[in-house]
């Protein structure tokens, strides 16, 4: 039976979840659900000063905004600091670990001296086969790998290919701290294994990481699974992304109102390729995503290409579920608490009756919730600038010889039309001279959604009560 396939994401919870995160944990749950297999996140807390609950908080909302689903329970890597211990132990048992009792300021020492002797190789195994008996009472020891010292340890990549490195050049690393606190290094191998994680796609700041990694798996008989280091995410200018260029956690991203789907279309594009499309239905991208066509070169953040993604799937979701979505993200907006309270159930419908045309123009759920005000506004509505520009006096004075004759018509768009075309052209002036003055009066903007279209959703009395209140 072909093994099942176990990816996992591991974040570090020092901060918040940024982009390049994002985008691992997206690969690594499509190559799973691609293959029928399973996604696993591990949060990795080890790091007891700089991990915190807030940084855990906005991981898991941050991937569940995404819609980005985890198998079973969160694992905590801290959790598992006895199981780290016991591996570290097993290895001292089988003589592929030892216990180093060097003192700080020996290593600073060790360390200065192969610098300047052009080394990389920072330690130097002066413990690696002394007796333990000439061990300094008072050193605490910590316990090292007993890394090959010739050879090479080779990882096979499934981004990078085939990465080497020289034995000789590879320190024994710390497995176990003197305070029996596992190495990053030490506990993500345990925790693969005994996850039963098949592969690890991460990003290629690890790819170091890698070799080690193999070399502690070597020495202890394990397998070592499939892995692909993508290459991280730079700015448009080819520089490390920065905040300047987008570096921001996916809160962010949720704040400026992107949805969840343009995020993860946006997201899968960055180093990812499947021949010339664009756009991909989460379907589409589980099924063409595969590891062959993830590029060797940083992928480039693109904000313009962001946005229009943004567009596309702002037109192309349910008016109902954009509704939804629009309230999901209150919480995230300044205004968004005095907002969900005029979200009336009326309110509401109209704001759903206005979608299709509101839609059209917004990239984000924020530009909607903006060009959306209007439906909420208090009267009499406030005026932008370029609105107060509109309501001149003979604009006001047209609103106010229109508001009677709309009034005692019917009111669905047809009607209202003729009523307005007719009303202009006794006046021998263009539809746009009415239609405008009606919008600024109305939305209290000069852009808004097809004037007949707002006239219909406002509803009759409220729209009469909007052009009584600007009528001169
Ligand atoms: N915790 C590591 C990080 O957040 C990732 C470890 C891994 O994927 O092996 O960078």
């Given at each position: 039976?072909?093994?099942?396939?176990?990816?996992?994401?591991?974040?570090?919870?020092?901060?918040?979840?940024?982009?390049?995160?994002?985008?691992?944990?997206?690969?690594?749950?499509?190559?799973?659900?691609?293959?029928?297999?399973?996604?696993?996140?591990?949060?990795?807390?080890?790091?007891?000063?700089?991990s915190?609950?807030?940084?855990?908080?906005?991981?898991?909302?941050?991937?569940?905004?995404?819609?980005?689903?985890?198998?079973?329970?969160?694992?905590?890597?801290?959790?598992r600091?006895?199981?780290?211990?016991?591996?570290?132990?097993?290895?001292?048992?089988s003589?592929?670990?030892?216990?180093?009792?060097?003192?700080?300021?020996?290593?600073?020492?060790?360390?200065?001296?192969?610098r300047?002797?052009?080394?990389?190789?920072?330690?130097?195994?002066?413990?690696?086969?002394?007796?333990?008996?000439?061990?300094?009472?008072?050193?605490?020891?910590?316990?090292?790998?007993?890394?090959?010292?010739?050879?090479?340890?080779?990882?096979?990549?499934?981004?990078?290919?085939?990465?080497?490195?020289?034995?000789?050049?590879?320190?024994?690393?710390?497995?176990?701290?003197?305070d029996?606190?596992?190495?990053?290094?030490?506990?993500v191998?345990?925790?693969?294994?005994?996850?039963?994680?098949?592969?690890?796609?991460?990003?290629?700041?690890?790819?170091?990481?890698?070799a080690?990694?193999?070399?502690?798996?070597?020495?202890?008989?394990?397998?070592?699974?499939?892995?692909?280091?993508?290459?991280?995410?730079?700015?448009?200018?080819?520089?490390?992304?920065?905040?300047?260029?987008?570096?921001?956690?996916?809160?962010?991203?949720?704040?400026?109102?992107?949805?969840?789907?343009?995020?993860?279309?946006?997201?899968?594009?960055?180093?990812?390729?499947?021949?010339?499309?664009?756009?991909?239905?989460?379907?589409?991208?589980?099924?063409?995503?595969?590891?062959?066509?993830?590029?060797?070169?940083?992928?480039?953040?693109?904000?313009?290409?962001?946005?229009?993604?943004?567009?596309?799937?702002?037109?192309?979701t349910?008016?109902?579920?954009?509704?939804a979505?629009?309230?999901?993200?209150?919480?995230?907006?300044?205004?968004?608490?005095?907002?969900?309270?005029?979200?009336?159930?009326?309110?509401?419908?109209?704001?759903?009756?206005?979608?299709?045309?509101?839609?059209?123009?917004?990239?984000?759920?924020?530009?909607?919730?903006?060009?959306?005000?209007?439906?909420?506004?208090?009267?009499?509505?406030?005026?932008?600038?370029?609105?107060?520009?509109?309501?001149?006096?003979?604009?006001?004075?047209?609103?106010?010889?229109?508001?009677?004759?709309?009034?005692?018509?019917?009111?669905?768009?047809?009607?209202?039309?003729?009523?307005?075309?007719?009303?202009?052209?006794?006046?021998?002036?263009?539809?746009?001279?009415?239609?405008?003055?009606?919008?600024?009066?109305?939305?209290?903007?000069?852009?808004?959604?097809?004037?007949?279209?707002?006239l219909?959703?406002?509803?009759?009395?409220?729209?009469?009560?909007?052009?009584?209140?600007?009528?001169?």
């Open positions: 039976m072909p093994e099942s396939i176990v990816c996992r994401f591991a974040p570090s919870p020092t901060g918040f979840l940024h982009i390049g995160g994002a985008r691992t944990a997206l690969f690594n749950w499509l190559y799973a659900r691609g293959r029928g297999g399973k996604m696993l996140l591990r949060i990795e807390d080890t790091d007891r000063e700089r915190t609950k807030e940084a855990i908080d906005a991981i898991l909302d941050g991937l569940r905004w995404l819609e980005i689903e985890w198998d079973g329970d969160v694992i905590y890597q801290f959790a600091a006895a199981r780290h211990r016991e591996v570290a132990e097993q290895m001292l048992a003589g592929n670990a030892y216990r180093c009792y060097a003192s700080p300021d020996e290593l600073t020492q060790m360390r200065e001296k192969a300047a002797e052009g080394k990389t190789r920072l330690y130097d195994g002066r413990w690696r086969d002394r007796d333990p008996s000439d061990a300094p009472p008072s050193v605490k020891p910590v316990i090292r790998l007993k890394a090959p010292l010739t050879g090479e340890t080779v990882v096979e990549d499934k981004v990078q290919g085939r990465v080497a490195w020289q034995n000789e050049n590879l320190d024994d690393f710390v497995l176990l701290r003197s029996g606190t596992p190495t990053y290094m030490h506990a191998v345990v925790d693969d294994h005994d996850m039963n994680v098949t592969h690890i796609i991460r990003g290629d700041d690890h790819l170091n990481n890698a080690r990694q193999t070399q502690i798996y070597q020495a202890l008989g394990w397998n070592v699974p499939v892995m692909a280091h993508i290459p991280l995410i730079h700015g448009p200018d080819g520089a490390k992304l920065s905040k300047r260029h987008g570096a921001l956690g996916v809160d962010a991203y949720r704040a400026m109102g992107y949805l969840p789907a343009a995020m993860r279309n946006y997201l899968v594009r960055l180093g990812w390729a499947h021949g010339d499309q664009e756009i991909f239905s989460t379907e589409e991208m589980i099924a063409a995503f595969d590891l062959p066509q993830v590029g060797r070169s940083p992928a480039r953040f693109d904000f313009a290409r962001l946005e229009s993604l943004s567009g596309h799937y702002m037109r192309a349910a008016d109902a579920e954009l509704v979505k629009l309230e999901g993200l209150l919480p995230h907006v300044a205004n968004g608490t005095e907002i969900a309270k005029r979200l009336t159930p009326a309110v509401r419908a109209k704001l759903v009756a206005a979608m299709p045309s509101l839609k059209e123009r917004a990239k984000t759920l924020v530009e909607l919730l903006d060009t959306a005000g209007f439906l909420w506004a208090d009267r009499p509505l406030p005026l932008d600038d370029k609105a107060k520009a509109v309501l001149t006096a003979d604009a006001r004075g047209l609103i106010g010889s229109l508001a009677p004759l709309l009034e005692a018509g019917g009111w669905t768009a047809a009607e209202m039309e003729a009523v307005v075309r007719s009303f202009a052209d006794g006046k021998g002036i263009k539809l746009g001279a009415v239609a405008q003055p009606l919008r600024a009066a109305l939305t209290g903007r000069a852009t808004s959604p097809p004037i007949f279209d707002v219909a959703v406002l509803g009759k009395d409220e729209s009469l009560a909007r052009l009584r209140d600007q009528a001169g």
